[in-house]
């Protein structure tokens, strides 16, 4: 899987680094067709990076609903 993005900067943040990362498997799951025989990785990849965003957003706010 080949992509122009730049190489994730980690910041310590755990849920900054984790929106980033959940950014960058969304912008590579958005531009790899549906058809191709990567596609199921690269949406397993996207789905498993959205639930640690999730997960670290819930944690930085305990009070807010997050769906």
Request: glycine share 2%; charged share 25%; proline share 4%.
């Amino acid at each position: 899987m080949k992509t122009n993005l730049p190489l994730l900067q980690v910041t310590g943040n755990t849920f900054v680094d984790a929106l980033r990362e959940m950014e960058r498997d969304h912008a590579v799951w958005f531009n790899t067709s549906k058809f191709s025989a990567e596609y199921p990785a690269v949406e397993a990849r996207k789905n498993a990076s959205r639930d640690r965003y999730l997960a670290a957003y819930r944690a930085a706010n305990p009070t807010h609903i997050a769906c």
